[in-house]
């Protein structure tokens, strides 16, 4: 009902997979900002009020990685 309502005033919206589209951003910033989203995405996840369940989903991805 949403995008409705988006669509009938004339915005655009585009539906890709999120995945694809982050993979996408990092590969184009290169080293520099790849290394720059990843400070501050692990200063993020050091902040208490970061939800634990989020901080051991994000430990279960990376251990599925390596």
């Known amino acids: ?3 409705k309502t988006y ?3 004339g915005h ?3 539906f890709l997979p999120t995945i694809d589209w982050v993979l996408i951003i990092l590969t184009a910033l290169g ?3 790849r290394e720059y ?3 501050n995405l692990l200063n993020l ?3 208490s009020h970061i ?3 989020l901080k051991v989903a994000w430990n279960r991805h990376l251990q599925a990685i390596i």
């Open 1 to 3: 009902m949403l995008a």
């Open 7 to 9: 669509f009938a005033v």
């Open 12 to 14: 655009e919206i585009n």
């Open 31 to 33: 080293n520099k900002g």
């Open 37 to 39: 989203f990843i400070q």
């Open 45 to 47: 996840l050091d902040q």
């Open 51 to 53: 939800p634990a369940t």
